[in-house]
């Protein structure tokens, strides 16, 4: 079964700061996604990811893919207090002939203001 | 509009009580899923339906009982719980099955 470990399990950053967090798999990855999520809410859908070297941005948060797709990176410019929250990876995975997600431990990231 | 909600945010329940958790969503998608969250821990797929019929069961208790009744309402219907079923339950759809995924803002469920 897929496994993705993600680093660091938690982080504490001033406000304006750069962070970096990464998500390694124990396999070749097909679809890696990245989420957001505020304690005890719902997930936001941040970036997908498919081909090997790729790189996605959205205001002032970056994801890549790397050539060998098992590892994937998150990056944060200029953090902000907003920007606060667990960031999950999630790996598109197939049971039989279904596709589901599994996802990693996740990150607790705080931004002090 | 990538909306999917949930009723209802927070339901406590006692052990021997029958309820039910309602999801919508109203983007077209064709597969629903219903997620199980502990404290500090990733969601756990418990259930996916793709085009209203059950596709993935991943081994949940029978006293955890999904339906959907057409494309847009995904239900969990809930019996004799037992208070390790406390949880964050979520919802999420997708366009099809293996494609992104978007979440409800969740269930929070206390059973006592």
């Known amino acids: 079964s897929q496994e993705l470990e993600q680093s660091p399990q938690s982080l504490i950053v001033q406000e304006g700061k750069n962070l970096t967090i990464n998500c390694t798999s124990s396999k070749t990855l097909y679809g890696l996604y990245w989420y957001k999520q505020k304690y005890g809410e719902g997930l936001i859908f941040l970036m997908m990811?498919?081909?090997?070297?790729e790189e996605k941005s959205h205001e002032k948060i970056t994801a890549k893919l790397d050539e060998k797709k098992q590892q994937s990176s998150l990056h944060i410019t200029a953090s902000q207090p907003s920007h606060a929250g667990i960031y999950l990876c999630?790996?598109?995975?197939?049971?039989?002939?279904?596709?589901?997600?599994?996802f990693g431990s996740g990150t607790q990231l705080t931004v002090l203001p | 509009d990538t909306e999917v909600t949930q009723t209802p945010k927070h339901l406590v329940m006692g052990m021997t009580n029958k309820k039910s958790l309602k999801c919508e969503q109203h983007m077209g998608h064709r597969a629903m899923y219903w997620y199980k969250q502990k404290a500090k821990k990733p969601p756990e797929l418990m259930f996916v339906?793709?085009?209203?019929?059950?596709?993935i069961n991943e081994s949940v208790p029978s006293r955890f009982s999904p339906e959907c009744p057409n494309s847009s309402l995904l239900n969990l219907h809930l019996h004799a719980l037992q208070p390790e079923d406390s949880a964050l339950y979520l919802c999420?759809?997708?366009?099809?099955?293996?494609?992104?995924?978007?979440f409800g803002p969740g269930t929070r469920l206390l059973v006592l």
């Open positions: 339906y793709s085009y209203e019929k059950l596709s």
């Open positions: 999630g790996a598109s995975t197939t049971s039989g002939s279904a596709r589901q997600l599994t």
């Open positions: 999420a759809s997708s366009q099809g099955q293996g494609g992104t995924q978007y």
């Open positions: 990811l498919q081909k090997g070297g």
